[in-house]
């Protein structure tokens, strides 16, 4: 267990995360160190890293980031009834242990392992840090397949949740937007078309920039924009300025930032993620300094789809929650996450809860499935 990811090794730990199932950038090394080393993920902001390692030998065959947590945010994963009833019960519900990426609700693998069985010790040393730190749970938010059946070995209970993701069409991809626009059906379209009008009726244009083109003032304004989101819901920006630095420094290839002008004058910026190895993108944040009607949707969803569709990128992930985003044509995705609670009744009567909301996703996603926005054939290979 290491209480700074600066201890364990960047290469062996990236090698680990290149051979799993579900990579993503946020998983990586860099990432992950970036931020505790900017102040944004630590003690003092209620993530006490308690990074675990399998090792064979001098060889690291298995780990992953691990926090003992005080508060519940940030997480994406709703346990705050959990932590309620213990309140009302007279227990402590925090510190709770969990294996997440802080701030980031993007689906991947978090069990780094060299194979299963690498990955099954590493889930047991999970549960065996959770008794030995005294904590109450542990939780594993938004991991893969092998994560999911090595916890469930280990004695977890699943979640499921759902997000709304946008793919390439098959078995021929989208020439550009406007292809793109004409398999959504008629009101979707016309929606989409009628919103970004009003954008630029308003006089507002967008550039892009990726990587080593995005400057300095360029992060600059970004991070402005998203200090004023957290100030408009009477919040404060969980991510530093200094993480950003690291980012711009460290990972400048999986950083696409879009902003807004209005005229002469920078109005808004949306940040992306983006994994070129695999093409896929990753809807981050995003502010504005001015308002201007659908904006929003216009800088967080369609000029990332049109980039995407333009650079041949096959998955484009809007973030937590939002049906809204069906309409903009991305189709609901289930997720996962596993959980342990140390108490008995409590584990009883969460795995009851568990069950019944599994239900009632279950049905939700069949639901969602029968308001797709693509006309009907579009509609069935989207949800294929």
């Known amino acids: 267990m290491d209480e700074d990811p600066a201890a364990l090794p960047q290469v062996p730990w990236d090698e680990l995360l290149a051979v799993q199932a579900r ?59 959990w932590a309620d009833a213990y309140r009302r019960h007279g227990l402590a519900y925090y ?60 004695g977890c209970m699943a979640r499921s949740g759902v997000q709304f993701h946008w793919t390439a069409h098959e078995p ?13 059906q008629r009101e979707k379209r016309k929606k989409i078309q009628q ?25 600059d304004f970004f991070y402005r924009c998203y200090q004023q989101t957290y100030r408009e819901h009477h919040s404060t920006p969980y991510l530093s300025r ?14 696409l930032l879009f902003t807004a002008w209005r005229g002469e004058e ?16 990753f809807g981050r944040y995003w502010g504005a300094v001015a308002h201007i009607p659908n904006l929003h949707f216009d800088a967080c969803y369609y000029q990332p789809l049109a980039w995407c569709i333009a650079n041949g990128y096959q998955r484009f992930e809007g973030g937590a929650q939002g049906e809204h985003k069906m309409a903009r044509g991305l ?3 289930p997720t996962a996450s596993s959980h342990w609670l140390a108490h008995p009744g409590f584990a009883d009567a969460v795995s009851d809860f568990l069950a019944r909301e599994g239900q009632a996703m279950s049905g939700y996603l069949d639901e969602l499935g ?13 949800a294929s």
């Open 331 to 333: 189709m609901p995705t």
């Open 95 to 154: 510190p709770k242990l969990l294996v997440a990426v802080p701030f980031t609700p993007v689906p991947g693998s978090r069990l780094l392992a060299r194979d299963a069985e690498a990955r099954a010790m590493l889930a047991q040393a999970l549960r065996a840090l959770a008794r030995e730190t005294q904590a109450s749970s542990l939780h594993v938010l938004f991991g893969d397949e092998a994560d999911q059946a090595a916890l469930a070995e280990a």
């Open 172 to 184: 021929a991809p989208d020439a550009d937007f406007p292809a793109f626009l004409a398999r959504l």
């Open 23 to 81: 990579p993503t950038p946020f998983m990586s090394h860099a990432y992950l160190n970036a931020l505790q080393a900017s102040g944004s993920a630590t003690a003092d902001t209620g993530w006490q890293a308690q990074f675990v390692s399998v090792w064979d030998g001098d060889t690291l065959v298995a780990a992953c980031p691990a926090y003992l947590k005080s508060h519940s945010y940030g997480e994406y994963v709703f346990d705050w009834a």
């Open 242 to 255: 200094d993480f950003f630095a690291r980012m711009a420094a460290q990972m400048p290839q999986h950083w």
């Open 370 to 382: 029968e308001h797709a926005p693509y006309k009907r054939q579009d509609a069935a290979d989207a």
């Open 266 to 281: 920078r109005v808004a910026a949306s940040l992306v993620t983006l994994d070129p190895a695999r093409r896929a993108a």
């Open 195 to 219: 919103e970004q009008r009003r954008v630029r009726e308003a006089g507002v244009h967008f550039d892009a920039r990726s990587g080593a083109e995005i400057r300095t003032e360029d992060w």
